[in-house]
């Protein structure tokens, strides 16, 4: 109901207090239930679109919940840019924690949530997509997997044949 009403919402918030004491929605909520003049649906629909409504819009802080989305978003910007930035280096989760100072669990997970895939597969994918490109113009491999910022040569030719499904010196010819 919570995501219903608040689609944004990635987790259900609890609702800090017990509303039967609260005696205006209680006495609102009786209201709906004792009013014999609509039907059963009629009942069901003011329950759900205005009594359950006020309820989470009262007690649920929905605003907290969109500023982290919208924080969620620029630490996503931010990661992605710096990996963007620093491709010809070989940058760990870890340097990405402390550039954005968010725990690298939290950096991975919300990342993961935007992209479908961690930051590090994000990296590995972006420097096989400059290598593709090198490879067509006929580079050498060797110079290829150094300018794209792999360990080293197997560390380049390992991941290209796990993208392509064939080998850098296949893809060439």
């Known amino acids: 109901m919570q995501k219903k009403i608040c689609p944004t ?4 918030r609890p609702i800090d207090i017990n509303i039967i004491d609260d005696k205006n929605t209680y006495k609102q909520f009786l209201n709906i239930c004792i009013d014999t003049e609509s039907n059963c649906i009629e009942n069901e629909v003011s329950v759900i679109e205005t009594f359950i409504y006020k309820i989470f819009e009262k007690y649920c802080d929905f605003k907290e919940q969109e500023e982290n989305n919208c924080n ?22 870890g340097d990405i924690a402390t550039y954005t100072g968010y725990n690298s669990t939290y950096i991975s997970r919300i990342f993961k949530k935007e992209f479908g895939i961690t930051p590090h597969a994000f990296m590995l994918n972006q420097k096989i997509n400059i290598s593709q490109k090198m490879l067509l ?25 796990r993208v392509f499904a064939i080998s850098p010196s296949e893809y060439k010819s």
Not at 9 to 12: A, R, S
Request: charged letters at 20%; glycine letters at 2%.
């Open 9 to 12: 919402l990635d987790i259900v």
């Open 72 to 93: 969620n978003a620029k630490i996503v910007n931010d990661v992605k840019q710096y990996i963007l930035s620093n491709l010809d280096h070989n940058i760990s989760l």
């Open 137 to 161: 113009k006929n580079n050498l491999i060797v110079d290829v997997a150094s300018e794209a910022g792999f360990y080293d040569q197997s560390h380049f030719v390992r991941n290209f044949k």
